[in-house]
């Protein structure tokens, strides 16, 4: 999808998410003076950005902008809906990266908003190597689309959902993924402390193998199997650990469940 950025654009919440997305469109070319940040608590670092590249910071923001992104915690919807409200106009799409809140809902607080986008991105979007669902309300023209996917690249992958309901799916895998990675550094770094290394060379070890293995995989064209099959001698040591971590009962099962429960809780969330 081609990427188009708006001509005016409000950030509603600056904190970790919202700023590094605002990072990632200035790194990719928005001008400055087209942005205005609403954070009523913003960062020192943030607002030594905003004075940098010309932003307005809790000033008088425009009307009806091109896009409005919401980036404010969840809880906060209620609270900042009043002043936000005014800002959404018919023309303006709204991206919401509110964990939980679905586009109806988004809707019921903004009723002046036709064109809404919901995303879920993760946790690596904050050094712009993210993985991100949306899903746009029908109202979304193929323009504001472009606008909404130019916004949530900036951070990383983009993918496009045909329903709102697959959001579920998507936290339970890409948006609570990192977890599971993290996971899997710790529990690699205990087994090699179980094999006789010392805490904190397993420890590094593990974490290097998980963050090393994370980049080639990023780098490399080849399917995570071709991977795994390349690095796999027949008979060798890794064969032997894969046959645990491989059999019926190994890890395959164990993230089924794990993504089957994350995704009933976020349907258990949603509102």
């Given at each position: 999808m081609s990427r188009r950025l708006p001509a005016s654009l409000i950030l509603a919440g600056?904190?970790?998410m919202g700023g590094a997305m605002l990072e990632g469109w200035l790194a990719d070319g928005l001008p400055g003076?087209?942005?205005?940040?609403?954070?009523?608590?913003p960062s020192p670092a943030m607002a030594q950005l905003c004075a940098a590249h010309g932003i307005a910071l809790n000033s008088a923001a425009p009307a009806e902008p091109?896009?409005?992104?919401l980036a404010?915690?969840?809880q906060g919807l209620e609270a900042a809906a009043e002043g936000l409200a005014p800002l959404a106009g018919p023309g303006t799409v709204v991206v919401s990266v509110l964990a939980?809140?679905?586009?109806?809902?988004?809707?019921?607080?903004?009723?002046?908003?036709r064109a809404v986008v919901r995303a879920m991105p993760n946790l690596p979007a904050s050094i712009r190597r993210g993985a991100t669902g949306a899903a746009a309300s029908p109202e979304t023209s193929e323009d504001q689309r472009r606008t909404a996917h130019a916004l949530l690249s900036s951070n990383g992958l983009v993918e496009w959902l045909e329903s709102e309901d697959l959001i579920d799916a998507v936290t339970a895998l890409s948006g609570s993924g990192p977890a599971y990675v993290f996971l899997l550094a710790e529990t690699l770094a205990a087994a090699g402390i179980a094999a006789g290394l010392p805490a904190d060379v397993a420890a590094r070890l593990a974490r290097q193998t998980v963050a090393g293995a994370g980049e080639l995989l990023g780098r490399s064209p080849e399917e995570p199997g071709t991977l795994r099959r390349n690095v796999t001698s027949p008979g060798g040591t890794t064969a032997a650990a894969l046959g645990v971590l491989m059999a019926e009962d190994g890890l395959a099962p164990l993230m089924r469940d794990a993504v089957a429960a994350a995704k009933r809780r976020a349907g258990e969330l949603a509102g």
């Open positions: 600056a904190g970790k003076e087209r942005v205005a940040v609403i954070d009523p608590n091109e896009a409005l992104v404010i915690k969840p939980g809140k679905t586009i109806a809902n988004l809707k019921d607080r903004l009723p002046r908003a």
